[in-house]
């Protein structure tokens, strides 16, 4: 069975860092496009940052470029988002998905797994 699952999420003030972790389990994330994708309130989805599987190349949102990064690790076939110095509009669920969709996936609508979201708030 394909399953994604987050944890990481919480309340933090403006300036501080949290780390979202995505574990997959049924399939080998190393052979799939990520992602992570957020969406506030009244808002529409919105890709945040991405992995792309044919070259392991790195995507980021202009909204977050330089403060997040996404990585993985391999041997535990797990996922993470470090998103650091962050900011109220930065508030929302976050998602990971995977895909094995080729080039360079960047909308929701063409990953296949998802996880069941995470809610980052960031408010003194």
């Known amino acids: 069975q394909v399953q994604l699952v987050e944890s990481g999420g919480g309340l933090v003030q403006p300036g501080g860092s949290l780390r979202l972790s995505c574990a997959a389990s049924?399939?080998?994330?190393?052979?799939?496009?990520l992602g992570w994708f957020r969406q506030a309130p009244g808002k529409e989805r919105e890709g945040v940052s991405f992995i792309f599987s044919s070259d392991r190349s790195t995507y980021y949102a202009d909204s977050v470029k330089g403060r997040f990064t996404i990585s993985k690790d391999n041997a535990k076939n797990t996922m993470y988002l470090q998103m650091s110095s962050l900011k109220p509009e930065d508030t929302a669920v976050y998602y990971c998905?995977?895909?094995?969709?080729?080039?360079?996936?960047?909308?929701?609508?063409?990953?296949?797994?998802w996880g069941q979201g995470t809610l980052v708030t960031v408010s003194s």
């Open positions: 049924g399939f080998t994330l190393d052979y799939y496009a």
């Open positions: 998905a995977a895909t094995d969709t080729p080039g360079v996936p960047v909308k929701h609508g063409e990953y296949e797994y």
